[in-house]
């Protein structure tokens, strides 16, 4: 039988045995990457990117552009000059001394007027107690105006708000009294003439967010509205 003959494709060799040099094409190791994958780490077919199939929660998804702020996005919404990306800028000092002074002679012109039917305003003693009733007024008057929508008469004259520091909302009703009480309070038991300029004095150095000490305690910042 001629070698041609063997169905096996073998030659055998020099003293009839069959040699094995000869192999048939490999059918490849189990470990390549199937076709269509794109490389040894890429994507199913049609998924772009092999980053493309992330859990939610790791950025948005292919094709979209990020949210304001970063790949987290910003609790301030859209983009602004403040410290924070997102975050409006921050009220001005000449803006924020002007909504006090407002804010305060309109609460001491009605302690007056309340008082006015009882009390002698030609002596001393009228005025001490216009004082301390503007002192109360002025507490009940700030704690619901920023519980409400983080403005005050004064500072809706002058395009500013107060905001909460963690996201840019209004404050909650916790936050505006505990911000109005601290405000209010220490002037009461010393006096708003020592307690005021240390409150604002502390608010001119502090950074980023221009914090006086009654915003510190009440985690707010105030922002324009312009």
């Known amino acids: 039988m001629s070698t041609h003959d063997d169905p096996s494709g073998t030659e055998p060799e020099e003293g009839g045995k069959p040699s094995f040099d ?48 970063g ?25 924020r001394i002007v909504a006090r002074l407002v804010d305060w002679l309109m609460v001491e012109a009605l302690a007056v007027l309340v008082l006015l039917p009882f009390a002698n305003f030609a002596n001393q003693d009228g005025w001490v107690g216009s004082a301390w ?9 700030e704690g619901l105006m920023l519980s409400r929508d983080g403005q005050t008469l004064g500072k809706k004259l002058m395009k500013i708000r ?10 909650n009703t916790g936050a505006a009294w505990t911000r109005a009480a601290v405000f209010v309070v220490p002037a009461m038991l010393c006096c708003g003439a020592l307690w005021w300029p240390v409150d604002g004095l502390f608010g001119v150095f ?13 985690k707010t910042v105030v922002v324009s509205t312009a």
Not at 44 to 63: E, F, I, Q, T
Not at 162 to 171: E, F, I
Request: net charge neutral; aromatic share 12%.
């Open 133 to 141: 009733l503007s002192y109360i007024f002025y507490l009940i008057y």
């Open 22 to 69: 000869k192999q048939p094409p490999s059918a490849g190791s189990p470990y390549d990457t199937p076709p269509g994958y794109g490389g040894q780490y890429g994507a199913p077919p049609g998924s772009g990117s092999p980053y493309d199939n992330r859990p939610p929660g790791y950025g948005p998804p292919p094709g979209q552009t990020p949210p304001p702020g």
């Open 162 to 171: 107060v905001a909460m520091l963690a996201d840019g909302s209004p404050p």
């Open 71 to 95: 790949p987290y996005g910003s609790p301030y919404g859209t983009p602004g000059p403040g410290p924070v990306p997102g975050m409006p800028a921050l009220g001005g000092w000449g803006a």
């Open 206 to 218: 502090d950074r980023p967010y221009r914090q006086c000490i009654h915003d510190k305690a009440a």
